[in-house]
């Protein structure tokens, strides 16, 4: 059993940055989650792909949705914890952040940030953006 932590989120005025945080714990495999990301929910709306990373460390692949690029990016702290960096952000960018993790998917399968099934979650970290 996977348990995901999220840590970071808060509050900011637009144009701000913050950061979140997920690490993977109580995973007893002897390789790292190659698949992790990162998705949202709004109130109101339905939960969406925000940054999807697949790989072990700095060379991995990184999957954004368009409303994110240029502006966020997911990256490895370690072999189990992958961080969103969120800058210039927008009152749109509100939402619950919610950490995804898919121990054993290959790439094109973890790539997928419309796909609403995913092996582990973690409890969710509020990110609010005020104008």
């Known amino acids: 059993q996977v348990q995901l932590v999220e840590s970071g989120g808060g509050s900011v005025q637009a144009g701000g940055s913050l950061r979140v945080s997920c690490q993977a714990s109580?995973?007893?495999?002897?390789?790292?989650?190659?698949?992790m990301g990162w998705f949202r929910q709004a109130p109101g709306k339905e939960r969406e792909g925000v940054a999807i990373i697949y790989g072990p460390d700095t060379g991995s692949f990184t999957y954004y949705a368009d409303s994110v690029k240029g502006r966020f990016i997911i990256s490895r702290d370690n072999a189990n914890t992958v961080s969103l960096q969120m800058n210039s952000l927008k009152p749109e960018d509100t939402a619950m952040y919610y950490c995804?993790?898919?121990?054993?998917?290959?790439?094109?399968?973890?790539?997928?940030?419309?796909?609403?099934?995913?092996?582990?979650w973690g409890q969710g970290t509020q990110v609010t953006v005020s104008e």
């Open positions: 995804a993790a898919d121990p054993g998917v290959g790439r094109s399968y973890c790539s997928d940030l419309g796909r609403k099934e995913h092996a582990y």
């Open positions: 109580r995973y007893t495999n002897a390789y790292s989650i190659m698949c």
